[in-house]
């Protein structure tokens, strides 16, 4: 029987990273490493996790910062979508797992906020980086951000997914540290029915 170890862990600037284990194998994931890797290295040495893997969501300076320290510190991989800059050792593309003994890590590639922007669903819970926050999306303002992806991303991906499935999201911008696909379909501004159109215009984009 799978038992899956799950922790979100806040930072200052109200970063999550995550941190996610088989029980019995102790083989961890580190998702989105931020500015201060203590209080994961802690969880991580506590527990006697072997970290196979760093996963980033996206290649954002505060999703990544500590990608190199926890890769010296353990020897794992870096795992980012393929178009992803920086020294990645696994690219990935949407539909590719990792394995943590018997945990699975489903990779779904949600462009919008970058274009190398992946969620993670893992055992009924989607990491979603920053393509979505709790009652809110992520920009699309930035360089090499895009409306139109982020449309497609939360209304023809993300909504596909079962009401029942539990968000986490990449920053702790919401009235709570994480929801779920139902809560979010209801009460998320970004996730209502709308035109592609009328998405854009209210994303501020040209
Ligand atoms: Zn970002």
């Known amino acids: 029987m799978m038992c899956m170890f799950f922790k979100q862990i806040k930072h200052r600037g109200d970063n999550f990273s995550y941190i996610i284990a088989d029980e019995s194998t102790k083989e961890a994931a580190i998702i989105d490493p931020s500015f201060n890797t203590e209080a994961i290295i802690r969880v991580v040495e506590n527990e006697d996790f072997d ?56 990779v779904m590639h ?24 709790i009652g809110e999306c992520g920009r699309t303002d930035l360089p090499d951000g895009s409306a139109e992806e982020m449309y497609d991303s939360l209304l023809h991906k993300l909504t596909m997914l079962e009401d029942s499935v539990e968000v986490y999201p990449g920053h702790d911008y919401g009235s709570t540290p994480h929801s779920t696909i139902g809560m979010e379909k209801r009460t998320n501004y970004t996730m209502q029915k709308r035109s592609l159109r009328e998405f854009i215009s209210f994303m501020g984009a040209a």
């Open 51 to 106: 970290v196979k893997y760093v996963v980033n969501t996206h290649s954002h300076v505060d999703h990544t910062a500590g990608n190199e320290e926890i890769v010296s510190k353990f020897k794992a991989k870096i795992v980012a979508y393929k178009s992803a800059k920086g020294n990645n050792d696994i690219s990935v593309v949407d539909g590719d797992v990792l394995k943590l003994g018997a945990v699975i890590i489903k």
């Open 110 to 133: 949600t462009p919008g906020h970058t274009p190398d922007s992946i969620c993670l669903l893992v055992d009924g819970k989607l990491l979603t980086g920053d393509t979505l926050f």
